[in-house]
């Protein structure tokens, strides 16, 4: 049992704050990727929720402990999903929820926020800037500031894809994990090697956004300048410290991809898993393409953690063409 | 409880014999398709699972009855879908399983059965004339011919999405089921009869395959010299007496939907809800973009049958391309 802030009685008992609509999501063999791949291939899919991706898993705990305290208000910032799950989870409490946002965040994740009757605040600049825009106006107003991988909540609530995971004894041998700033795989990852010690744990991220697997294998905070990535989803510079501790104790590896094997892996679930997947839900598919060597011949799960893209962005890339064509 | 070929003892004893993968699917809200179409939206979604098709539920059923009976072989006519779900469940229990399909049938759906190891026998002409001949090597082979709609198996397992539908007391009104050969529709149309007989049940076909719609509206079998249309999955020109009978106990309408409105429903799932579907399971929204009117403040559920569709044609249609652009 890794020494981390997690803890399986809470991930368990998580279960039944969450609403159900965010669990037991699919998991299965996807035997076209496999073979395109050279390997077996299961994914489990979480983007078959009203939110389109993981994050309302740990939304619902913080939501839910809100209002329990009688809170009326949260603020986050988020790159889309987190903000799009809060103010899917506060509408249900009541609570003002607040996003904070890049302008450059994908059109469609922002218009889903407002949608939902959640203030939307946009701020020139990435990510840290709108975390650092979010904070000032939680203090300002004496509202809760909800911080991806920070707040434990948003760990335990990926947490219970693990829990999924490892339901009956596991017949695949590692996991991949989308690394951004480190809610999920330190989640999943602290599951896994409780329950299933011998599944390995790899984490993948962009090397347009470096930081937390540069700190991860430094065993230290390592900080970048700016990020470079279509993955918006998992594009942070500056790693939590409390977090990159926990990830120190679950993940086995943790790699870097190339922005064209993000393209080329989300092109790949697409025709071979009828799977339109946001960038951050490709990272795996990407590792395996750019080491497949590592790879042959084992099990893998790969969470496809969110499918909310720009449709537009997704055929600039070239997302959306079949492989086969010109 | 609606006097049909269905019993819902024997459903619900179907949901331990189907593999598990196949069971429990998602069923969620989505906002953003919602409010595309003025009415709330509901999604059951039957794509995420080894087959990309809710037909392994009914083809579970009958490999698992062939095996309790010591048989080793099964031929089916199929367009694609039943094949591969018959196959997959048939490897499972050592059974060889040839597929009749015609040739005009998507090559990824035909790639896909080839590669399970079932024998594929390939046919000029359409459904129909592949149902003819999977029935002549049955009668001269002595194995079992499954049937589609008319075999029992096949409408119970698809009623399995009956049951999951009204586990809780339904919030939606209506529930819109794509029409082909009527298993999905009696099966699901027959517990919703059953458990929930408030529920609208409306069964949406093609014009360019209206046999069994036309067949429902004069209370007798109507068939047709042929079909047109892009949804493959439902274009049969000879619907079977039984399973008009008990269509005629459990659809409230049955209507007929255009080739464009199919190609914007196509894009509209694909824009709203991050999902590739194939021409069948949009016809759902298909049917409200062409009578919005009737559907609007409604609440209805669109059943996701499938998505196995071959990807060049998907573009060729129009289907990938966003609204929002040229």
């Known amino acids: 049992m890794p020494d981390t802030r997690l803890d399986l009685d809470r991930i368990r008992a998580a279960r039944r704050v969450i609403d159900p609509v965010f669990l037991d999501t699919p998991l299965f063999r996807c035997e076209a990727l496999g073979r395109a791949l050279g390997c077996a291939v299961s994914i489990k899919l979480e983007t078959a929720n009203p939110v389109r991706s993981f994050k309302g898993r740990g939304t619902e705990l913080v939501a839910s402990g809100l209002s329990e305290q009688g809170r009326t208000a949260a603020v986050c910032a988020s790159a889309g999903n987190l903000g799009w799950a809060l103010g899917w989870s506060g509408r249900r409490r009541g609570l003002e929820t607040t996003v904070v946002a890049s302008r450059r965040a994908p059109a469609a994740k922002l218009d889903r926020i407002r949608a939902l009757g959640a203030v939307l605040e946009l701020v020139d600049g990435d990510f840290d800037m709108a975390r650092e825009r979010a904070a000032s106006m939680a203090r ?55 329950l299933a010690p011998e599944v390995e744990v790899i984490c993948v991220q962009p090397h347009g956004a470096p930081a937390m697997t540069r700190s991860w294998h430094e065993r230290r905070v390592v900080t970048t300048d700016s990020t470079d990535t279509i993955a918006d989803g998992v594009a942070g510079r500056h790693p939590i410290p409390a977090v990159l501790d926990d990830l120190l104790k679950v993940a086995d590896d943790a790699v870097l991809v190339q922005e064209a094997s993000i393209v ?24 395996v393409l750019e080491d497949p060597g590592r790879f042959a011949g084992r099990h893998l799960v790969t969470i496809i953690c969110g499918s909310n893209v720009n449709l537009d962005d997704y055929h600039r890339w070239g997302a959306g063409r079949p492989a086969t064509s010109p």
């Open 264 to 287: 080329t892996g989300m092109r790949m679930l697409m025709e071979h898993a009828g799977l339109i997947v946001e960038p951050s839900a490709a990272l795996g598919v990407a590792a």
């Open 140 to 194: 300002q107003r004496g509202v809760r500031l909800v911080e991806d991988s920070l707040d434990i909540e948003t760990c335990e609530g990926a947490a219970t894809i693990g829990l999924e995971l490892t339901r009956r004894p596991p017949d695949f041998d590692t996991v991949l994990i989308a690394l951004g700033g480190g809610a999920m795989a330190t989640g999943v990852g602290h599951v896994l090697k409780s």
